[in-house]
């Protein structure tokens, strides 16, 4: 469990290191990410630049409900949790797809995203004068590169979230100059385009190493090059950015899937993009240094087992989904038992043995334990667990998005390997290992359209892109639409608030 200095909280929130750290060495680590005139590898931008990164692990971005709602209650396998009071608006708006223009979440997932699309735009203009007084360095061309990044990234979440929004790319004086009608998916994505490759001509390294463990990377660079062009099927350029992604071979599954969420994973050899949190003795829970993502989905229960509000819960459909055999469901599903229940019909989840008691009335079947926290840690700092780390993009997810693509190009003997390292990596772990999850040889194409999809389904459960792969694949009507879904909803309303402030510039999205 890292318990780095308050510094690196402020700053660097996201990235990877290719060797895993252990717990202990963790604590003799000098602050990470923190910039001095001595070691301008930061960069003279870097304070501007790491608060994009703090800001990007925030409650309304990436950890809090809001940010869990808007990614993941809206498919089959995840739904709110908790009780039927507590947070009930929640419920009806994301799970039953009842969107309602005026509820605040929607209006802050708007604010906070635009709050980092400023700050990345600030620093961009401020580097272009400087630039053209000749005052500039290496490490601020990667201040650079990193502000392209987290716009690229931020827009990435509104073009899904909402579809048409205003485009915004340049440095503003006065708020006003923000009011501004929509820009077409297509232009968003332009931008998007645009800030991925400009990133990735710059000098973005392979690996920080133990410098700054979370810092931008080439990798996370072109992974999320390769997401946005897989949400628009653009199966060529998906194929050569996750083809460079692996063939810079700075990743690898070595890692075991039941150690890549607990805390001796973080950072470990699959991470190519992680928002780094953390806890000290003196700030055990606290979103400055930390993050509340594990606590939302934390058990809710009573005393030792009150560990958060109990939303963003795993569902029967996603318990149901795993092939016979496969490890991964006991690693994705944290079973727990309610009060007044018997202890003997809960499994006891790995690796400490729990079995947690949550309140007789909440309404899931399991919590999500790709955010379950070390016992011993709850007891020393805080039973929030603010210091676990957040997955954003993982080496499997390459390889699936690479068998995706090699498929969709008739490349069926690359699709196939590709998505058998992932499966061979879970198959190993396995009871028995010779019949758990069989590999995949049929060279149909539809079918293995079908093995992917799955895979991506089981691997990635629980984590950020099940509801968009839905709806990029054309098959969210046919497996949302009982729960409501139509067309429509594929995007979200726009906040009613900025519709309101606008005065008639921004123009509210069809059927809402």
């Not at 498919?75 to 509820?103: H, L, P, R, V, W």
């Not at 055990?284 to 509340?292: A, K, M």
């Not at 997810?397 to 969709?408: F, K, P, R, S, T």
């Not at 990635?460 to 139509?486: K, S, T």
Request: proline share 5%; with cysteine.
């Amino acid at each position: 469990m890292k318990k780095i200095l308050h510094t690196i909280s402020l700053f660097l929130t996201a990235g990877l290191l290719l060797l895993p750290v252990a717990c202990d060495d963790l604590l003799e680590q000098k602050p990470q990410g923190q910039w001095t005139a001595e070691d301008n590898r930061g960069g003279s931008f870097a304070t501007e630049v790491f608060s994009m990164y703090a800001k990007a692990r925030g409650f309304h971005v990436t950890s809090g409900n809001t940010a869990l709602a808007i990614h993941n209650f809206r498919c089959e396998d995840i739904e709110k949790g908790s009780t039927a009071a507590d947070g009930a608006a929640y419920a009806t708006q994301y799970d039953n797809f009842n969107y309602s223009a005026s509820m605040g979440g929607i209006g802050t997932y708007w604010t906070e995203n635009y709050a980092i699309v400023h700050i990345a735009n600030k620093v961009l203009s401020d580097i272009k004068e400087a630039e053209a007084l000749g005052a500039i360095s290496e490490g601020d061309l990667v201040n650079k590169a990193e502000a392209y990044f987290f716009r690229a990234f931020i827009y990435f979440n509104l073009v899904r979230a909402f579809g048409e929004v205003p485009l915004i790319d340049f440095k503003i004086a006065d708020a006003v100059e923000t009011n501004i009608p929509k820009s077409t998916v297509e232009q968003i994505y332009t931008l998007i385009d645009a800030d991925l490759t400009a990133a990735a001509a710059l000098p973005v390294p392979l690996t920080w190493g133990n410098q700054y463990p979370g810092r931008l990377t080439m990798g996370a660079v072109k992974a999320l090059h390769a997401k946005t062009h897989l949400q628009r099927g653009n199966w060529g350029e998906v194929a050569a950015l996750t083809g460079a992604v692996i063939a810079s071979r700075q990743y690898n599954l070595n890692t075991p899937f039941k150690t890549v969420f607990r805390e001796s994973g973080e950072n470990c050899s699959e991470s190519v993009w992680e928002l780094q949190c953390t806890s000290t003795p003196e700030i055990p829970g606290s979103n400055d240094i930390g993050s509340q993502y594990a606590a939302v989905q934390g058990c809710r229960g009573a005393g030792d087992w009150n560990w958060g509000w109990g939303w963003h819960t795993p569902t029967d459909a996603l318990a149901n989904a795993f092939e016979a055999g496969d490890p991964r469901k006991d690693e994705t599903l944290l079973y727990f038992y309610k009060t007044g229940g018997d202890p003997a019909l809960c499994p006891a989840n790995t690796p400490w043995g729990e079995k947690p008691v949550a309140n007789a009335d909440v309404s899931n079947k399991y919590y999500n334990k790709k955010a379950y926290g070390d016992p011993a840690l709850r007891a020393k700092y805080t039973k929030g667990c603010y210091w676990i780390n957040i997955r954003m993009i993982r080496y499997p997810d390459v390889l699936l998005m690479a068998a995706e693509a090699a498929n969709e190009l008739g490349n069926t003997d690359d699709a196939l390997d590709y998505l058998e390292q992932v499966r061979s990596r879970a198959r190993s772990e396995a009871a028995n290992p010779a019949t758990a999850l069989p590999e995949v040889t049929t060279r149909d194409k539809a079918l293995l359209r079908a093995a992917i999809k799955h895979e991506r389904r089981i691997e990635l459960a629980m984590e950020w892109d099940r509801f968009y792969d839905l709806v990029r694949w054309g098959d969210a009507p046919a497996i949302l639409g009982a729960n409501g879904y139509q067309a429509k909803h594929q995007y979200l309303p726009l906040p009613q608030a900025e519709i309101d402030k606008s005065n008639g510039v921004l123009i509210q999205n069809p059927n809402y």
